[in-house]
């Protein structure tokens, strides 16, 4: 079911088919401006962003208080590098501290860079603190997982598609089932430095764990002094109707990542949050990014804090969120296999015999919901937590339009 697209648009995306590397398959819709929840396509059509660039646009689109401080700090400095200090730099890391109740911050820009700043903190601690023998560090991470993209994090990915033919890997990782403790028991060994988790998969389909599980995680990893590290770049700042997605589960991390909607999507920033005990590790000249830190990454990220914050957006993410998900409880749909959810953040799994999450995608862009297949059998629900009840509403409708048909 192809969609009729605008002329304008079909110019577009000629070039982009002959231009840009293919390394991804987007919906045929092309996207010029974006408001709260809602974006608007070169025709002019507007549909409500289901997917808030996975997650990173949790504050909604163009949030004008996070444009202004984007906008004022564009004219006042832009760039100084960590060589010099800069007058945002402080005051955010000291922010950022005090809302996730971690004593320090390490800036970075991408996600990825944020979990290779994980790895190499967790591997550098357990040489210098935990005393394993050099270049022996193992560290556990799971089924399924998405970290990004870099060759060490393709390395430990299961996902073919994402790790095919980067060979060869990093060492120093050893893969278990996600959400089976028994499995993470039998991979421990003096040898592991960290456990590298998401507490809800995001790419994997909205993947929730059983509840013992991170709680099973943490004492595997008090037990062993190990550290226990939560992956929050998707599942954090709010989605899951909390701050982080860990706490939910009575538990806290060792250390954080975190990134998307750190920024609300205005730029790219990410952080690696943890304590003094292990933060020590890094030392002037051990670790560092041209780009982390500077002064736009801190005043746009400062601003998305504040909208977070200010309109309570964690909480709503939890209120709606309830809401929505006992609507799509409700939902009669021959097609689907298993729905699950948390916050703001839904994994709708289709029967393999549907043919796919892939054309209900493009049966919900027409009626002007955007919403992206993961995994195939997958639809993702992830609005930017500024969406109103009556937009959901409206979602809904379409959803079971699409969905309630044989
Ligand atoms: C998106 C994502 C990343 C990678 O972030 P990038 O900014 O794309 O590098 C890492 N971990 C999780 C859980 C993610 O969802």
């Known amino acids: 079911m192809n969609a009729p697209v605008s002329a304008a648009a079909t110019d577009l995306i000629a070039l982009e088919e002959r231009y840009a590397a293919h390394n991804y398959h987007p919906l045929d819709v092309v996207l010029t401006r974006g408001e709260g929840p809602w974006v608007w396509d070169v025709a002019g059509k507007r549909y409500l962003d289901c997917l808030a660039a996975y997650s990173a646009v949790n504050q909604g689109h163009n949030h004008p208080r996070i444009i202004a401080a984007l906008v004022e700090q564009a004219k006042l400095l832009g760039l100084t590098s960590r060589a010099f200090r800069n007058d945002k730099f402080g005051p955010f890391c000291k922010k950022l501290s005090e809302l996730s109740g971690y004593e320090r911050v390490l ?41 990004g993209r870099t060759t060490t994090i393709v390395g430990m990915s299961t ?19 996600y959400g089976d403790l028994a499995a993470a028991t039998a991979a421990f060994d003096e040898h592991v430095v960290a456990v590298l988790v998401e507490p809800v998969q995001g790419e994997g389909g909205i993947i929730i764990p059983p509840k013992d599980y991170l709680p099973g ?41 975190i990134g998307k909607a750190l920024s609300g999507g205005l730029y790219p920033v990410s952080a690696f949050l943890a304590d003094d005990r292990v933060m020590k590790v890094f030392t002037p000249g051990s670790h560092g990014s041209t780009f982390g830190g500077n002064p736009i990454a801190c005043a746009v990220a400062n601003a998305a804090l504040d909208v977070l914050v200010d309109e309570k957006l964690v909480e709503r993410s939890a209120e709606l969120g309830a809401w929505m998900k006992a609507q799509l409880d409700d939902m009669a749909s021959p097609h689907i296999k298993e729905l699950r959810g948390i916050g703001l953040w839904y994994g709708i799994e289709l029967h393999p015999e549907a043919g796919g999450a892939r054309k209900f995608c493009e049966a919900l862009e027409q009626r002007g919901v955007l919403c992206k297949e993961t995994h195939q059998h997958t639809i993702r ?26």
């Not at 357990?126 to 005393?131: A, L, N, P």
């Not at 022996?136 to 991470?141: C, R």
């Not at 996902?159 to 089932?177: H, I, K, L, M």
Request: charged share 20%; net charge negative.
């Open 107 to 147: 800036m970075m820009n991408s996600g990825a860079e944020a979990v290779e700043t994980a790895i190499k903190a967790a591997r550098k601690w357990g040489y210098e603190v935990k005393g394993v023998p050099a270049n022996t560090a193992k560290i556990i991470v799971c089924e399924g997982n998405f970290h």
């Open 159 to 177: 996902d073919p598609g994402a790790r095919d033919n980067y060979g060869p890997f990093t060492p120093g990782f050893e893969v278990v089932a």
């Open 217 to 257: 995680l943490r004492a595997l990893c008090d037990k062993h002094d190990a550290l226990l590290i939560c992956d929050e770049i998707q599942s954090g700042l709010g989605r899951c109707g909390s701050l982080f997605a860990h706490t939910l589960a009575g538990v806290r991390a060792d250390a954080v990542t």
């Open 381 to 406: 629900l992830a609005p930017p937590l500024v969406v109103e009840r009556a937009d959901l509403e409206w979602a809904l409708v379409q959803l079971r339009e699409v969905l309630g048909t044989a």
